[in-house]
């Protein structure tokens, strides 16, 4: 359980959904106000976001402006009544953005994911209130996230938002970050109370991907969206493949669609039937896989009875081969099947392993 104060209580926007947007780095005085001036004109745009240091793989690379890009969101402030929003990732960038009166400040990716460097913020944070926005670490580990939101919750800390930016994986991707959707979901599982908003830009690191991706945010109840916005994306300094201009951002807002969470009765009772019928289709798939695993079982012992190896590779090549045609055909998706059959093989050898390694059998 967190302690919060809720969302609607401390940030009095009632935009849905609530949209963050402004550069990935503050770079110069007239970017950020051009910027700043263009997204001021879209509704849904309430919070101006920029980078002030920024975390680069590399050396070399744009570091992100310095403590003089302070300025200039003072200065969106005033003239667009934007709220700020920043990400902190030492003590110091905390002292100098509250000193600089951020509105808001947010832990990222890199940051979130070292239990250390969390501490140090939260300890620069103790006895302030100011809303903190906590990204999901790098890698897709559910405990160093809530981890993150707990440390700054226990130094009272109480308006958190959690920002689901996808997660790193070493596999080919048509996105730069892995949405992993079930990690944000358990958290909302966890920490109901707590708003997660999604961004997209880091998820997709492809502008042609993010309205679906927003989309399917606000599908599962995310309050908001965190897009990286320029004036002039190709010239931008950082992450300048996946920024946006305000004209793109607009029309990427106008296309979404909102989504409630109940709705009316008939509405209602068509929603019932269906999961009725899901949980009907799931009781028979579990009836399934207890019946093909029961099979495992009497095959490990054949196999230990005649001395047999476990793994039978053509065995298993052409049994996969089989279920993804199959799995095809049926308008299943061939990397689910793949993925599916790789889990059931896994604990099939798992299982056949405890049987043939079993000394004494009575
Ligand atoms: C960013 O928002 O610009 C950023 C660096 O994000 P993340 O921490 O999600 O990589
Ligand atoms: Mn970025």
């Not at 003072?74 to 929003?85: I, N």
Request: aromatic share 6%; net charge neutral.
């Amino acid at each position: 359980m967190l302690d919060l104060v809720n969302i609607e209580d401390w940030l009095a926007i009632d935009t849905k959904p609530l949209v963050i947007a402004g550069p990935c780095s503050a770079e110069t005085e007239e970017q950020v106000m051009d910027t700043a001036s263009q997204l001021a004109a879209i509704p849904n745009v309430k919070i101006f976001r920029a980078g002030i240091w920024k975390p680069r793989s590399r050396p070399g690379e744009f570091e992100g402006i310095g403590k003089e890009g302070l300025l200039w969101l003072q200065e969106v402030q005033k003239e667009y009544g934007l709220k700020t929003a920043i990400e902190v990732a030492e003590p110091k960038h905390v002292e100098l953005a509250l000193k600089h009166g951020v509105d808001i400040l947010w832990v990222g990716a890199r940051t979130v994911v070292n239990p250390f460097s969390m501490q140090t913020i939260v300890d620069a944070l103790k006895g302030i209130d100011i809303p903190v926005m906590v990204k999901n670490p790098i890698n897709p580990d559910i405990n160093l996230w809530r981890g993150a939101l707990e440390r700054l919750n226990t130094a009272d800390i109480k308006k958190l938002v959690a920002i689901h930016r996808g997660f790193s994986d070493y596999r080919e991707s048509i996105y730069r970050n892995n949405p992993y959707w079930e990690i944000p979901i358990e958290l909302k599982r966890n920490y109901p109370e707590l708003p997660v908003i999604c961004d997209p830009s880091h998820i997709t690191g492809n502008p042609d991907y993010l309205g679906e991706i927003s989309q399917i945010a606000l599908n599962l109840e995310m309050k908001g969206l965190m897009i990286e916005t320029h004036r002039n994306p190709q010239a931008a300094l950082s992450d300048a493949f996946q920024q946006v201009t305000p004209a793109k951002l607009s029309k990427i807002i106008g296309n979404l669609q909102t989504k409630y969470p109940t709705g009316s009765p008939d509405f209602q009772q068509k929603l019932a039937g269906l999961r009725a019928r899901i949980d009907h289709a799931d009781h028979e798939l579990i009836g399934n896989l207890a019946e093909r695993f029961e099979l495992v079982n009497e095959i490990a012992h054949h196999k230990k009875e005649h001395q047999i190896t476990i793994l039978q590779l053509e065995r298993w090549k052409k049994l996969l081969e089989n279920r993804i045609k199959k799995g095809t055909d049926k308008g299943l998706d061939k990397a689910f099947i793949q993925k599916l059959f790789d889990l059931i093989h896994t604990e099939s050898i798992k299982r056949q392993t405890e049987i043939v390694d079993r000394k004494n059998e009575g």
